[in-house]
C-alpha cells in the first residue's frame, strides 16, 4: 500500500502565500508523478498541477503565474508553493501518486492523501 502526508495548509488573507508539503511512502517500485487537485465546497475535483518524474509540469490555466510544483530532494515528495492567493482559491487540497508497487508489471495505480485545508480570507 501507499500512503500519503500532506502538510502546509491553513488559513491566509488574499495575497498571501502558503506552501503545501507531500510525501509519499510505502510499496513504491517506480512513479510516474506526482500532483495536486483541490476540492470547494460544491464543486467537483480539479487538477491544480502535476509533475512528472522526468520533472514535465502543467498547471490549471487558473493558477499558471501564482502556484509553482515542485519535487522535493526526498524521493516521492513534492511542495506546491501557492502565491498570490484569491478567495476563490478556498478549498481542500489533495495530493496524489501514480505508481507501480512492486515492479514494471504491476498496475499504475493513483493513490490519494487525506487532503488539507486551504482557507484564503478576503
Known amino acids: 500500500q501507499v500512503q500519503l502526508v500532506e502538510s502546509g495548509g491553513g488559513l491566509v488573507q488574499a495575497g498571501g502565500s502558503l506552501r503545501l508539503s507531500c510525501a509519499a511512502s510505502?510499496?513504491?517500485?517506480?512513479?510516474?508523478?506526482m500532483g495536486w487537485h483541490r476540492q470547494a465546497p460544491g464543486k467537483q475535483r480539479e487538477l491544480v498541477a502535476r509533475?512528472?518524474?522526468?520533472?514535465?509540469?502543467n498547471y490549471a490555466d487558473f493558477v499558471k503565474g501564482r502556484f509553482t510544483i515542485s519535487r522535493g530532494n526526498a524521493k516521492n515528495t513534492v511542495y506546491l508553493q501557492m502565491n498570490s492567493l484569491k478567495p476563490e482559491d478556498t478549498a481542500v487540497y489533495y495530493c496524489?501518486?501514480?505508481?507501480?508497487?512492486?515492479?514494471?508489471?504491476?498496475?499504475?495505480?493513483?493513490?490519494w492523501g487525506q487532503g488539507t485545508q486551504v482557507t484564503v480570507s478576503s
Open positions: 509533475i512528472t518524474s522526468g520533472g514535465n509540469t
Open positions: 510505502g510499496s513504491i517500485f517506480s512513479s510516474n508523478g
Open positions: 496524489n501518486i501514480d505508481s507501480r508497487s512492486t515492479s514494471w508489471y504491476s498496475p499504475l495505480l493513483r493513490t
